[in-house]
């Protein structure tokens, strides 16, 4: 009997900017800190963290604004400055007053002899790192003309930046670019991570994400709600060990659906990423003319072009759509398909095309235990919006298409998002080499291998999603990124699934 629990440990949460401004004052006091503390202890770290990944460099550049993490930033000047490095701060309007815990920050800066200045070429030029304190989370609206040119000199000045808590010019809780944001080297973030850095133009923005809590997490996390989870491979304990008394059976029979004449590389590597992850059988329903090439050289696959019903009712679990086209035959294959899983429901994921058949099918039935994997351009089919409109709020496309469509979703992109209608991970791994060809056939191919097995399908999503991208990363520190097949990362996968 296949022992199908897989232990995981707690996922890291992810909250909106308006949740950690609503609660860290309370989360602060909770702790025994006011504010004030809170923005010392903020400003500290970014300096550490700046030492940490840059550490032979002397001249600072710190840019301000006029919110709090303009606070942080006049903190990790003054910071930086007895620590006795050289030290600018510049401000798109210098002289304008600020009151609070900012304003106490700024008083602290001058009173040890610091200046404020217009930023202008020779700052930017003589600066070894810039610290970016520009603009925070309360930001709404697309940016001023003003920030956005000073947005535009720090990302052609090709200095290494540090942004505190997150990229200016960025929506942290969806991830969207407000006409123009900083390209960070790395990003500090405090208190909770922000939702938006971890998908989409956010993921890019924000460079390498290191986290602080400031000492206050464990209080603001019993405040604030979350409804969405960082995903990383180490929270997965793995598979249970495999009983000595079974046979290829017990590991679940796999039917995938797919290989229309002329891409049949698509359904065979789904059937191989399959078979990698430890399905015991795998069967490939295939156009007439796609048969041979799916079975040279891969001779573990059954593959077949007849009796549809026939492996439907062998199957345990389905995947349709890798190179299944959208001509006559595969919309009769689409329908027969999903007319049998209705009668019969089974664990089925709808991947690739016949994602885009779906879009177009008028007389949709939801199906228990289904999986959707579209990626940017599929989502936008799904639900009748544009592209620009998906990645500017992932997250919250992703549930509506797990909503419209009773069905986990898997959003494909930079910062993979996994969504059930009631709760949402992102994936921490992955690399732009895994934009390539017949990546998402192999995704799809260990999602119906986790799911045949007996993983539920969250479950199964969120450790796939995790073995596929880290599979791409580890690939990617070897060989590089560029030139990565996605057949190459079968060796690794099959590793991945045995830890």
């Given amino acids: 009997m296949l022992q199908k629990k897989l232990a995981v440990s707690l996922t890291q949460k992810l909250y909106r900017g308006d949740q950690v401004r609503l609660y860290e004052q309370e989360a602060a006091k909770t702790m025994g800190i006011d504010l004030y503390a809170l923005m010392q202890r903020a400003g500290a770290s970014v300096y550490q963290q700046c030492v940490t990944l840059f550490p032979n460099v002397d001249n600072y550049l710190v840019l301000v604004g006029s919110g709090h993490n303009a606070g942080d930033g006049y903190v990790a000047a003054l910071t930086a400055y007895h620590a006795g490095k050289n030290v600018s701060v510049c401000a798109i309007q210098p002289d304008r007053e600020v009151d609070g815990d900012v304003g106490k920050a700024k008083a602290a800066w001058i009173a040890a002899g610091g200046e404020i200045e217009k930023l202008d070429e020779k700052h930017l030029n003589k600066a070894d790192i810039i610290i970016d304190a520009l603009l925070g989370t309360g930001i709404v609206g697309t940016i001023r003309t003003e920030f956005a040119q000073v947005i535009s000199s720090l990302n052609e000045s090709e200095k290494p930046i540090v942004s505190v808590d997150i990229p200016s010019g960025l929506d942290c809780s969806t991830g969207a670019s407000l006409g123009k944001c900083v390209q960070a080297t790395a990003t500090i973030t405090f208190i909770g991570i922000k939702i938006g850095l971890t998908t989409g133009a956010g993921k890019q923005a924000c460079g390498k994400l290191i986290f602080d809590d400031l000492g206050v997490g464990k209080a603001f996390a019993d405040l604030a709600r979350s409804d969405a989870s960082a995903l990383d491979l180490k929270h997965f304990r793995g598979l249970a060990p495999r009983p000595v008394h079974s046979h290829k059976g017990t590991y679940g029979r796999l039917l995938c659906i797919g290989g229309n004449k002329g891409m049949s590389g698509a359904i065979r590597l789904t059937g191989e990423a399959a078979l990698r992850t430890g399905t015991g059988l795998v069967k490939v329903y295939a156009h007439p003319e796609s048969i041979k090439q799916i079975c040279t050289g891969r001779p573990e696959l059954m593959v077949s072009s007849h009796g549809l019903k026939e492996a439907l009712s062998w199957a345990t679990c389905i995947v349709i759509g890798p190179g299944l086209g959208q001509d006559e035959w595969a919309k009769q294959t689409f ?64 549930r509506q298409c797990a909503q419209r469509y009773d069905a986990t979703t898997v959003l494909k992109g930079a910062g993979t998002i996994i969504d059930n209608q009631t709760h949402s991970w992102v994936c921490r791994h992955g690399n732009p080499g895994m934009a390539t060809a017949g990546m998402g056939d192999v995704l799809a191919g260990i999602l119906g291998s986790l799911m045949s097995q007996g993983l539920k399908k969250d479950m199964a999503c969120q450790y796939g999603v995790s073995i596929h991208a880290k599979a791409g990363d580890i690939v990617a520190k070897k060989y590089g990124q560029r030139g990565m097949l996605a057949s190459d990362l079968f060796d690794t996968v099959r590793v991945l699934i045995n830890e």
């Fill in 335 to 398: 329908d027969d398909v999903l007319e049998y899983c209705q009668h019969d429901p089974k664990p089925i994921v709808i991947d690739a095309d016949a994602l885009n058949l779906k879009a177009v099918n008028t007389t949709f039935v939801a199906l228990p235990e289904c999986v959707i994997t579209p990626h940017v351009g599929e989502a936008a089919r799904l639900l009748n919006v544009s592209i620009e409109d998906i990645e500017s709020n992932r997250f919250n496309f992703a």
